[in-house]
């Protein structure tokens, strides 16, 4: 069994910052790609950036420049570092994880998700 929670998500006023995190745990024997998914009211659940074991990145082009992920793999952690935030950012933002468990399966797990909202 595999969790996947996050933290770190609040009320920020435009132009602010915040740092969401998101750990996993449990029967991992191997962490693959990670990511930040957001899901803004009324929309569909879209990518914000991912990362894989070996630290390649990739951003959804409305965050880039703003938005860093990061990992630390010896703590199965997921970091994403928001700058600049603007009212559109506003979303629930859900961490996903990719990994080998020690039965042999692998597949994707999501966290609960975090709320972030910006005011103007």
């Known amino acids: 069994q595999v969790q996947v929670v996050e933290s770190g998500g609040g009320l920020v006023q435009a132009g602010g910052s915040l740092r969401l995190s998101c750990a996993a745990s449990g029967s991992i024997l191997s962490l693959n790609a990670m990511g930040w998914y957001r899901q803004p009211p009324g929309k569909q659940r879209e990518l914000v950036a991912t990362?894989?074991?070996?630290?390649?990145?990739n951003y959804a082009d409305s965050v880039k420049g703003r938005f860093t992920i990061s990992r630390d793999n010896a703590k199965k952690t997921v970091y994403l570092q928001m700058n600049s935030l603007k009212p559109e950012d506003t979303a629930v933002y859900y961490c996903?994880?990719?990994?080998?468990?020690?039965?042999?399966?692998?597949?994707?797990?999501w966290g609960q998700g975090t709320q972030v909202t910006v005011s103007s």
């Open positions: 996903n994880c990719n990994a080998w468990t020690y039965d042999s399966n692998y597949r994707a797990y």
């Open positions: 990362i894989t074991s070996g630290g390649s990145t």
